[in-house]
């Protein structure tokens, strides 16, 4: 069983208006870094990894960030090349796997991944943190988001591979009736123990368990890629 499926129900998302619609506007926490990162006044190449339809990769852009964005989902890339040319900014963006990203080692400063990297078993999950690092800068910024297994989601459907669960015919949640939703594709789950295991070569500056939504808990953090 392939486990690094979700970019399917993210690409049929994508392709409507409602699909769309909750994911338009930046995140406050990479607002936050970004304008942090900003302030120290040098150039800054970020990517948005998993970039759905530009939230991010839009915002580095405005804020004068080279602004790279990749995904699976060839719907997401095509809105984010239609809006960054609507707003008159810069983003490269491509259709790629997050397992062998198309980039030279050591290539950014800032990679974001904002709940992304969680969709496929623990071998792909590892791969893309690899990768991450791979193509980081040392001294460089990552941030992103795993599923925690305080969320009312772990352990629930068919165990495909350690922490790795698939529910199949999931029930709409609310808000998202009538659009795909990913929850029948493989999901990890993880401690902060795990976590912090998963990030070798990284040093955490920041990490929090958060509820997004009732029961939605994910980790949320940020790290340097080390030298």
Not at 54 to 71: P, Q
Not at 132 to 146: A, E
Not at 203 to 214: A, G, I, N, S, T
């Amino acid at each position: 069983m392939r486990t690094d499926t979700a970019h399917i129900a993210w690409n049929s998302r994508w392709s409507t208006e409602d699909g769309r619609a909750d994911w338009l506007a930046a995140e406050p926490e990479v607002v936050a870094l970004s304008e942090t990162i900003r302030a120290g006044g040098e150039e800054v190449r970020a990517l948005d990894l998993g970039c759905g339809v530009g939230r991010h990769a839009l915002h580095f852009a405005r804020v004068g960030f080279e602004a790279h964005a990749i995904d699976m989902a060839e719907a997401g890339v095509e809105q984010v090349r239609q809006s960054a040319a609507a707003m008159g900014v810069t983003v490269e963006a491509s259709v790629a796997p997050m397992t062998a990203l198309p980039f030279p080692d050591g290539h950014f400063d800032y990679v974001l991944s904002f709940n992304v990297i969680y969709h496929g078993d623990g071998e792909i999950v590892r791969a893309a943190i690899a990768e991450i690092r791979r193509v980081l800068k040392p001294g460089g910024y990552f941030q992103g988001t795993m599923l925690s297994k305080r969320n009312v989601n772990y352990g629930v459907g068919e165990e495909v591979a350690p922490n790795t669960f698939v529910r199949e015919n999931p029930p709409a949640e609310a808000g998202d009736e009538g659009v795909a939703s990913d929850k029948d594709h493989p999901h990890f789950y993880c401690n902060a123990n795990e976590l912090t295991e998963l990030f070798e070569g990284f040093e955490l500056y920041r990490l929090e368990d958060r509820q997004q939504k009732p029961g939605g808990w994910h980790w949320h953090f940020t790290a340097e890629r080390l030298g």
